[in-house]
């Protein structure tokens, strides 16, 4: 039987990592990520759960704890926001390469500087590249189910690579929500036991992680860890049907909400995505076709199945909750226009950056972004192909 | 996921590497041919050696063997092909060759 409960999204998050019962949690507070930690601790005095807590003096090195954690064969999980993940940037890497699945609870926040503690993507967005598989979520729920399902992706042995559960910070990591829990032995049925092949404190088996590879070994050593990042895809989907027979939920690499004959579409991550389908209803109930593309699964980037999801629309929007600086575009942005001019789909498309630094998103806001579509309809011209949303100017 | 050691020689391709490039077991730089990596071939000229041994502790590689205080031919598997052992021996009875042999 599902517990209904009210729990903020860290709360969600922190009670499915007290269901997974992990072996180890290395941890350094950052907001608006400290309450995962903060209530897993309390978990942990509490003897809930039999995980061995470390304490670090910072996120590289509760990366770096996680990494000798995964290594030495134990399921191995951490959480934090923002500069917190920036400083563990060089390890994630190291983590990914040598294929241990960790799991890291990401609540996304704005990126120094100015300074600032609320939500943007520019966190997750900033280690996009590092070899991890991102997973967002649009509410707590989502959060609370891809936590969930999270080791299973990252520790199906033909994936064998880390793992990121984000949600917004604030919106969702904050603000309390109804949810449907699993019950205790659900999720641990689900999430079963780590049994990897090999690890440092294997019996009568030495193992040596992270050796130095000449240059004859490298491009291979790269290929073979996209592979297994690849293999994510179809794991995630596996599970996610694994998912929905114990829960009555479904997931897939993306979300499409009255997107089948939409002629206008915005394509958007996280908690705005909920901001998104009320301003999509609004517009539908006065006859215009809009619809939404959520993205679940960021990496691996679905590409093929988003462009194939895209094919019918005329006017496309996509929306980056980050300033990539590369003065083109935001990263989600470049990525779907390449995935549609990889399947010759032509949209007329804009890119929006929206929502830094916990910047409101409400429906008159995207309302505005639909608006700009309509306007390229009647004049035939698409203009800036880059815009800031809400911006004072 | 763990194979062979001795199969990851510079030929090997992406899909025989080790997960993560992880190696399991231990004193495996032995089973690994590292002598692939060298430029220039050194020829041991077994009629002018006199067994001094001077070469043999000079090695980085420990690729020059010692049995029953004698030394045998370079293990080729291993040697870098640095030239030390040349410079080391006093009879001449090292040679560099151009090239691996």
């Known amino acids: 039987m599902a517990i209904r409960d009210r729990l903020s999204g860290n709360e969600a998050v922190a009670n499915a990592m007290r269901q997974i019962n992990p072996d180890v949690m290395a941890a350094y507070p950052i907001t608006p990520s400290t309450e995962i930690p903060q209530y897993f601790t309390t978990f942990v005095s509490n003897g809930q759960v039999d995980t061995e807590f470390i304490p670090v003096e910072s996120e590289h090195s509760a990366m770096s704890a996680c990494i000798g954690s995964e290594a030495a064969g134990a399921r191995t999980i951490t959480a934090t926001s923002s500069c917190g993940l920036a400083l563990m940037w060089e390890v994630l890497n190291v983590a990914a390469s040598d294929r241990l699945p960790i799991c890291v609870a990401l609540v996304n926040r704005a990126l120094s500087g100015p300074i600032n503690i609320n939500c943007d993507h520019s966190d997750a967005m900033g280690a996009r590249n590092t070899g991890w598989i991102q997973v967002f979520s649009e509410n707590n729920q989502e959060a609370y189910d891809n936590m969930v399902m999270a080791y299973r992706i990252a520790e199906h042995p033909s994936v064998m690579t880390p793992i990121m559960v984000c949600q917004d910070g604030f919106i969702t990591s904050h603000a309390v929500e109804n949810i449907e829990l699993l019950e205790d032995k659900v999720v641990k049925d689900f999430v079963g036991e780590y049994e990897p092949e090999h690890y440092l404190l294997k019996d009568n088996e030495s193992i040596a992680y992270g050796p130095y590879a000449v240059t004859n070994y490298v491009m291979e050593a790269r290929r073979a860890q996209l592979e297994g990042l690849r293999n994510a895809k179809q794991v995630a989907l596996d599970v996610a049907r694994e998912f929905e027979q114990i829960s009555g939920r479904s997931y897939g690499l993306f979300e499409e909400y009255r997107l089948e004959d939409a002629d206008f579409a915005m394509v958007i991550i996280g908690s705005a995505a909920g901001t998104a389908k009320d301003t999509v209803d609004l517009l539908r109930d006065k006859g215009i076709k809009a619809g939404i593309l959520k993205i679940r699964l960021f990496r691996p980037f679905p590409a093929e199945e988003i462009a194939e999801a895209l094919k019918g629309v005329k006017y496309l929007a996509i929306m980056d909750r980050c300033e990539d600086f590369n003065g083109n575009c935001g990263p989600l942005g470049a990525e779907v226009r390449s995935a549609l001019y990889n399947k010759n789909y032509f949209p007329k498309t804009i890119n929006y950056c929206y929502g830094l630094g916990g910047r409101d998103v409400t429906v008159d806001s995207l309302t505005s972004v639909f608006d700009d579509l309509r306007k390229i309809e009647e004049t035939g011209e698409v203009g800036d192909v880059y815009r800031y949303l809400s911006v004072r100017e | ?101």
């Open chain 2, 1 to 101: 996921m763990a194979s062979d050691i001795s199969k990851l020689g510079l030929d090997v391709k992406w899909q025989d590497l080790t997960l993560g490039c992880t190696i399991v077991g231990s004193c495996t730089a032995e089973e690994f041919d590292t002598g692939e990596w060298r430029v220039d071939t050194p020829k041991f000229i077994k009629e002018k050696c006199k067994q001094c041994l001077l070469c043999a502790p000079v090695c980085p590689d420990s690729a020059i063997p010692v049995e029953n205080g004698k030394r045998l031919e370079f293990d080729l598997k291993h040697c870098k092909g640095c030239g030390i052992c040349v410079k080391a021996c006093p009879f001449d009875a090292i040679i560099m060759f151009k090239g691996v042999k």
